[in-house]
């Protein structure tokens, strides 16, 4: 496994063997809002498979703490170190289920506010994603389809 000079690894992980639940069977997931020192942008990533601009967030792994998960997922998919600054608490998923998706699960988000401290040239993801930072009319414009995501990013610090 090819590691960089920061000890963060350039493989993502993958499946849900390690996944978290709680016991209403709800997937848990962290993520960040990544902010500028300023708080004036955040940074916001987006799959070549599906557009659509979202904040970085991914399942919490049994072997790690929420922090830890939220701090990797920012790295993994967005290549950003980041410093935690604030817990913005749990979001319920309020999307409907995927019609025609066999997985009738809903998760339940733990986001926390970031402040983004470098940015990598070489991450994990770097072929499947882009990332772009935006202001907080624009970001919150892009997540209107995401009411969760909306909901972190309004919880956050950033300047309105």
Not at 77 to 101: C, F, N, T
Not at 104 to 112: I, N
Request: charged letters at 35%; proline letters at 4%.
């Amino acid at each position: 496994m090819a590691s960089s000079s920061n000890n963060r690894s350039m493989e993502s992980r993958t499946g849900r063997t390690n996944q978290r639940y709680n016991s209403k069977g709800e997937r848990l997931v962290a993520g960040v809002v990544p902010l500028t020192a300023d708080k004036t942008y955040v940074l916001m990533i987006q799959s070549t498979r599906r557009k659509g601009w979202v904040l970085p967030k991914g399942g919490w792994e049994m072997d790690e703490e929420c922090t830890q998960a939220a701090e990797r997922e920012a790295w993994e998919e967005a290549g950003i170190l980041v410093q935690i600054d604030y817990d913005l608490g749990e979001i319920k998923d309020s999307r409907p289920p995927k019609k025609h998706s066999k997985e009738k699960e809903r998760s339940l988000f733990q986001f926390y506010e970031a402040t983004v401290t470098s940015e990598a040239e070489d991450w994990p993801e770097k072929d499947k994603r882009e990332r772009k930072w935006f202001t907080y009319a624009e970001a919150r414009e892009h997540l209107k389809d995401r009411p969760e995501l909306q909901a972190a990013l309004d919880r956050s610090t950033m300047k309105r």
